[in-house]
């Protein structure tokens, strides 16, 4: 059996590791897109007046208006047509028109954000809508494209983990394969006897001293 130290350096930890990497990349922004964007466009609207009681968490969220109706002279809520109150005691929550103007697709439907507010203390909060100037229109709540992207950008963590972990992996792969190489392409070391005489790989004692001869063990250099 070869001594330890003239083993060839092991190859397959470092696929491994270079594997996982490979999966960790795709599977973080996967799991990022799927919980960013299939939240924004799975919500029901409903229309106005209307009382929207939904659990949320902390961040800024928005009240959404349909806006072909927007388009067709409907008026637009106001934020003295919307009372959003807090779990705790009713608190009402402040409103007002958003800063930044929000758009998206929902259910084959494009809304824009009218109405923002923000959740300080995750609850179950209560969304009182009026219709604007009596005309109903089709609204929804969710959070600001901000708050939802920070709120799972924890996952493209996995992503640039998985990116590291093919980095090591690549990198660890070449370099053992390189000293696997060379500890392959090195000259073999001629059979000496017990006293150092040379001998032939066919000589089981020297003919010099009749001492048994061996293969030399080779002299191992640090790989630099």
Known sequence: MAPAAMRPPRLWPWVVLLVIGVLLIPTGVAVYVAKTVQPLLSHTAQQTPTTI????????????????????GVPTLQPSD???????????????????????????????????FTVLHQGVFSVHVRSPQGVPVDVFVAPGILTTLGRNVGWLGLTGLGGLLFVVGLVLLIVRGVQRSRRRQA?????????GHPASPQDRFCHVCGAPVYAAAPTMVPPR
């Open 53 to 72: 009681t939904a659990p949320l968490s902390t961040g800024t969220y928005y009240l959404f208006e349909d806006s072909t109706a927007l388009n067709a």
């Open 82 to 116: 919307v009372t959003v109150r807090s779990p705790d005691g009713g608190v009402a929550v402040q409103v007002s028109a958003p800063s930044l103007v929000q758009t998206f697709g929902a259910n084959g439907t494009s809304y824009v954000g009218v109405i923002s």
């Open 187 to 195: 000259p073999p070391f001629p059979p000496r006897c017990a006293n």
